[in-house]
């Protein structure tokens, strides 16, 4: 197994949880290490990224309130979540690829779900209001 998600719970709104994906050390040293999730009926949407380079990507809908973290020793990325709403809902992956770019200077990774080569099996967050 490349990838193994953990840490999805059930909680109310203004909760927090730590999402945790361990990794085998090959896929752990991709360039781009990315947690997406999905919601029931709509496409899976990437979260935020850890790129090698220790620079890190959001989207624009967790910004501030989510924050992506990795330990080496035990090779595994986090996914921290913050005052949780309704919204934040669904099934949550972590990924792998190696797409990293430069941007203005700066490493990035995009969202796009076809530059990823590994997926896990995902971790349910349910947020009740």
């Known amino acids: 197994v490349h990838l193994q998600e953990s840490g999805g719970d059930s909680v109310q709104t203004g909760g927090f949880l730590r999402l945790s994906c361990e990794a085998d050390?090959?896929?752990?040293?991709?360039?781009?290490l990315t947690w997406f999730r999905q919601a029931p009926g709509k496409e899976r949407e990437g979260v935020a990224a850890f790129v090698f380079a220790g620079s890190r990507a959001y989207a624009p809908s967790v910004q501030n309130r989510f924050t992506v973290s990795k330990d080496n020793a035990k090779k595994t990325l986090y996914l921290q979540m913050l005052n949780l709403k309704p919204e934040d809902s669904g099934v949550y992956y972590c990924?792998?690829?190696?797409?990293?770019?430069?941007?203005?200077?700066?490493?990035?990774?995009?969202?796009?779900?076809?530059?990823?080569?590994?997926w896990g099996q995902g971790t349910q967050v349910t947020v009740s209001s």
């Open positions: 050390s090959d896929t752990y040293s991709s360039e781009c």
């Open positions: 990924a792998a690829g190696n797409h990293a770019r430069l941007d203005g200077g700066r490493w990035t990774c995009d969202f796009h779900m076809r530059l990823y080569t590994f």
